[in-house]
């Protein structure tokens, strides 16, 4: 029977009050005074910085209107913003089997699962974390990549080159970096997961990129330290516009399949104006 738990759907909060949201969500779910809980949102442009992040990977300009922010979050960095759906689990492993990599691996199936009514199929790569496109998983498709004119064979080359030097820094990983295929390109990269978990109970989650222009996961940042990696986003794919609200009920759907729950989902006054209602009077008291 599936268990129960609660969702919310908030709109475009900044990235410093949802981590401050996540921070008291985790405290009240560790302490069995609520349910797992799931976080639906967008955020303003920020860029975040994880645990592994080096200064090389940062060139955002001067003049861009974006915050950067650490975070304890694994992983290095990456871009937010409107126009992506970003996904916070706050669930106690204990409940879903003690294991961190099941655990990334189930992210990515709900991700894999989220994409697949919209005609979009995406798939795990061995070794790297997040949801990629082959390039012949949509015909047409097109690439959001760094545009410096190498070949797909040589920027998988260096992906890989880059990607061996790195393994030392994670014990117990088998990361490798995308190949080229042969004749269509690297892989495209259209979801990123970046997770942290203490005493069992998770916090970060991932960021699918619904509809927003790419650019800044390689001209502002070298996103995720792939260089040259491809990110796209569901839009791109389908040629169409396409908003949040019409991905999140398949997100909504493909999580409660995933990790066997049932939301009840939790109304939210004006946005994120969350601390007036009852459930989280009770949730800051329980910090």
Partial sequence: MARGAY???????PYREARE????????????????????????????LGRRTDDSELHVPADADVEVVET??????????????VCYPILDLNRHGRDVKRY????????????????????????????????????????????RGDSALSTASRLERRQ????????????????????GGPPRKIASIGVHVSRWVTTHGYALNVDL?????????????LEDAAF????????RPVTV?????????ALEDVFDLSFEELPAEDGHGLWAQPVHAKLASAK
Avoid: Y
Wanted: net charge neutral; charged share 20%.
């Fill in 245 to 253: 609200d019409e991905v999140r009920p398949h997100a909504i759907a």
């Fill in 7 to 13: 969702l919310m759907s908030l709109g475009v909060v």
């Fill in 104 to 147: 990334v691996r189930d992210l990515e199936e709900a991700l894999i699962r989220t994409l697949a009514p919209l005609g979009v199929e995406a798939q795990r790569l061995e070794g790297l974390t997040g949801v990629w496109l082959m390039p012949s998983a949509v015909p047409g498709a097109s690439l959001a990549s760094a545009g």
């Fill in 232 to 239: 796209t986003t569901i839009a791109r794919e389908l040629a």
């Fill in 164 to 183: 061996r030097r790195e393994r030392a820094a994670e014990p117990g990983s088998a990361r490798r970096e995308p190949r080229a295929v042969r004749g």
């Fill in 213 to 225: 222009d790419p650019a800044p996961f390689t001209q502002w940042i070298t996103a995720c330290g």
């Fill in 21 to 48: 949201l996540q921070r008291a969500l985790a405290a009240a779910v560790s302490q069995g005074a609520i349910p797992d809980t799931v976080v639906l949102l967008e955020h303003a442009p920020v860029v975040t």
């Fill in 72 to 85: 304890n979050r694994g992983g290095k960095s990456t871009f937010h913003g409107p126009g992506q759906l």
